[in-house]
Each structure stands twice: as structure tokens, then as C-alpha cells.
């Protein structure tokens, strides 16, 4: 009972963490269920992750961008214009792929240039900048494409948005060989990282997590990768857009908790003020952001022009709002300072699963909308709540689920004296939200 009590105590203060998590797997078996199994079959488990690939590569910047505390409403259009010069080169130049898409990347970086010198130099707010930056690209896009779309692009590009790799046995066994093989080495090597960092952080005393905890989440983690592997190698294996998005996590998870950048980035949206004083080059950090930022939306582009084989002068509409909405219901905090790659992944993932759970069952547009609209902001609600009660303050609801789950210091054998056992022990700020 104490292992359980201890792990329900845990669970509480990673409330934010875990709740995210928890959200998925019962929105997956929801839509499981109600579309009698269609959701989980192999080939819409592929679709789900080509679909929505072009989405989680642009959270990966956005969330970045929301921790410093800004937003960026340009992705969309920079993307779509990002296609539309992909098309102008491969197609009306004939320009190689191995050409085009290195200076599309580069195109993708001047524009976030543009966009972070006005932020970080000039003091304009993002929201301006980028709001501005949407109509001058969704402008360009129109201008680059005559209103008319490009196509075809060569099969090297396509590749990158539907393409699948390579079958090793060629088509004769029932499952595809190679992503078994990456599943299984992905798995393990999943669980020898989270062996390896329990390890690390009781070697030097740190908080971990309780055993039980730590045994469950381990194993579940472990049993889900090893479903999706199943699900990819029974249709058509693994496609190259998924190695391009694990590819990105991996760097862009090291890159926010273990270099100096990163931890800059968490001061800068945590305390601007503080940042500066404490000789961060805040401007930097905020203009090398959206240089980033251009790059993945120029990624995105790719992509999304090579699943459709089109350059259109609609592309890329609506993208902003989607992958802003999977950074907030990803975990990231509306006053910055807050958030994780793996989050907006999560976040990304929820979103991808109503669209196509509820495609599925035939809803219209307007229905879908009017989900995904209170989803948002149920997710952003459900931060606001956390955050009030780990800071003991906020709505009297919020005071009193603290009360109630805040595990009595009796049970601490640590515990002071009598009279301080009849207090609720304070919940400590979680300083991991920022890892």
C-alpha cells in the first residue's frame, strides 16, 4: 500500500505530465471503439502518421517559440510559400531534388531572419511580426504560383511526404522486416536510456520517481512501441517521414534539455528581466528561435508539397493554428517558460487522432472545428488549474483538490512534531516542467 501511496502522491504532483498522456489513450480507445476498429487498423495507422507528420514538425518550432514566450502565425503561409519555390525550382527550372530542397531549407532560414530581426532587434511584438508575416507570404505564394499549381515533382521528393523504405525480404513475408528490427532496437534502446537516467539521478540524490511508478510507465512505453511496430510492419512498413520526425525529437529534446541554448530558452519565457541580467543575450536567443523556426516550417512545406505532389496556392492553410493548438494541449504554458518537445509530440498526436477518428464517423468540418475548439480549451483550462494549485492559489476548487490529494505529513517518517502534521504539507513548485 505504501508503494501505491507513494506512487499516487507522485502522479499528483506530474499531474500536468501524465494527465496529457493519459488524455491520449483514452481519446485512441474512444474513437477505437466507436469506429469499430477502424482507427487501429495497420494502414490508418500509417495514415495518421503521414497525414500529420507536416503538423508535428512545425510544433517542434512553435513549442520552442511559446516556451521563449512568443507565438509565430506565419508557419502556415511560410510553408506554403516554401512549396510554391520548391515547385518554381523542380519543375519550371528543373533544378535536382538534392539542389532544391538544401536551398528551400535556406529560403526557410532568411525568412525566419526577417521575421527575428524585427522581433529581437526592433522590439516588435511577435504576434505583429508574425501576423504581418502571414499576409506577406500567403501574398508571395500567390505571386510565385500565378494562382495556378505546379506539378509533378520528381519521385525523390515524393518520396519524402508518402514514400515508405525499403522491403528487405521484397514482399514475401507477412511482416515488414526492417521496422521490426528498428521497433525492437528503438524499444530497447527507449528502456536502456530510462534505466541509465534513473541510474544518473539517484547517483547524484535527485528526485526520482517512485519505483512502481517508474516499472509501469517503463513497460507501457516499451508494450506501445512494440504495437505501433506491429501495426507499420503489417501494411507497408515504416515511411521516411516518421525517421525524418524521430530524427527531429531525438536533437530537439537534447537540444532543450541538455545544451546551453536550450536552458536559455526556459530563462528567457521563465523571466526576461532576470535573463538579461543574468547576461543572457536575449536578443540572440530570440533571433536564432525564429531562424529556426523557418526552417522547420521550410520542412514542413517539403513535405507537405511532396504528399500531395502539388505546389498549391492554398497550401498550408490553417497549419499555424493546429500546430499552436498541439503545443498548449502538449503542455506548454500560455505565459511561457513551460513546455517539452515530447509534449507537443503528444499534444500533435491528440490532435491528428480527432481529425481522423472524427473523419472517420462523417462528421462535417463544423462539428470537427467545434471539438477540436473546446479541446483547446479545456487543455489550456487544465494548465491554468494545475498551475493555481501548485502555487497554492487560485479558484477554491482548485485549494481544496490540493487539500484532498496532498498526502498527510503523518505518513512522512520524517514528519515534525504533531502540530505540524495537522497542516497539508505545501506542494512544491514541479521545477521538472521546465526539463
Request: with cysteine; aromatic share 8%.
Amino acid at each position: 500500500m505504501s508503494a501505491l501511496r507513494e506512487s499516487l502522491g507522485f502522479l499528483t504532483s506530474r499531474l500536468r505530465q501524465v494527465g496529457i498522456f493519459v488524455a491520449l489513450i483514452l481519446i485512441v480507445l474512444l474513437f477505437q471503439v466507436l469506429t469499430d476498429g477502424i482507427l487501429l487498423q495497420p494502414q490508418n495507422v500509417t495514415n495518421l502518421v503521414v497525414q500529420n507528420s507536416y503538423i508535428l514538425i512545425l510544433a517542434i518550432g512553435m513549442v520552442m517559440v511559446i516556451i521563449a514566450g512568443h507565438i509565430d502565425l506565419s508557419v502556415g503561409s511560410v510553408a506554403g510559400f516554401i512549396g510554391a519555390v520548391a515547385g518554381v525550382m523542380m519543375v519550371q527550372w528543373g533544378w535536382a531534388w538534392w539542389l532544391a530542397i538544401p536551398a528551400c531549407l535556406l529560403v526557410g532560414a532568411l525568412v525566419g531572419a526577417w521575421q527575428g530581426y524585427w522581433i529581437a532587434y526592433v522590439g516588435i511584438p511577435a504576434f505583429i511580426v508574425t501576423l504581418a508575416g502571414m499576409l506577406i507570404f500567403r501574398g508571395l505564394t500567390l505571386i510565385t504560383l500565378k494562382n495556378q499549381q505546379i506539378t509533378p515533382f520528381p519521385d525523390e521528393l515524393r518520396a519524402l511526404g508518402g514514400g515508405f523504405l525499403p522491403d528487405i525480404t521484397g514482399g514475401t513475408s507477412v511482416l515488414e522486416w526492417l521496422t521490426v528490427i528498428l521497433g525492437v532496437g528503438g524499444t530497447a534502446a527507449i528502456v536502456f536510456q530510462s534505466l541509465k537516467e534513473r541510474r544518473v539521478r539517484r547517483k547524484f540524490d535527485l528526485e526520482n520517481e517512485p519505483m512502481a511508478w517508474f516499472a509501469t510507465k517503463t513497460a507501457f512505453i516499451a508494450l506501445l512501441m512494440l504495437v505501433i511496430t506491429f501495426l507499420l510492419a503489417s501494411y507497408r512498413g515504416t515511411p521516411i517521414v516518421l525517421i525524418v520526425l524521430a530524427v527531429l525529437v531525438i536533437v530537439y529534446s537534447a537540444l532543450m534539455n541538455n545544451s546551453i541554448f536550450g536552458r536559455h530558452i526556459y530563462a528567457v519565457g521563465g523571466n526576461l528581466h532576470a535573463a538579461e541580467l543574468s547576461g543572457i543575450k536575449t536578443k540572440a536567443v530570440t533571433f536564432r528561435l525564429f531562424v529556426n523556426m523557418g526552417v522547420l516550417a521550410a520542412l514542413a512545406g517539403l513535405v507537405f508539397t511532396a504528399r500531395l505532389n502539388s505546389a498549391q496556392p492554398a497550401g498550408g492553410t490553417g497549419f499555424e493554428l493546429d500546430s499552436i493548438a498541439a503545443a498548449f494541449i502538449g503542455g506548454a504554458a500560455v505565459t511561457g517558460g513551460i513546455g517539452t518537445v515530447a509534449g507537443a509530440m503528444i499534444g500533435g498526436l491528440i490532435m491528428g487522432v480527432l481529425n481522423n477518428g472524427m473523419s472517420i464517423l462523417g462528421l462535417g468540418t463544423d462539428y470537427q472545428q467545434l471539438i477540436k475548439g473546446l479541446v483547446l480549451l479545456l487543455a489550456v483550462g487544465f494548465d491554468i488549474f494545475n498551475k493555481n494549485r501548485t502555487n497554492g492559489g487560485g479558484s477554491t476548487v482548485g485549494k481544496r483538490f490540493k487539500l484532498r490529494t496532498t498526502p498527510p505529513a503523518a505518513s512522512d517518517p520524517k514528519a515534525p512534531g504533531k502540530e505540524d502534521t495537522q497542516r497539508p504539507v505545501p506542494v512544491p513548485v514541479n521545477t521538472a516542467d521546465r526539463i
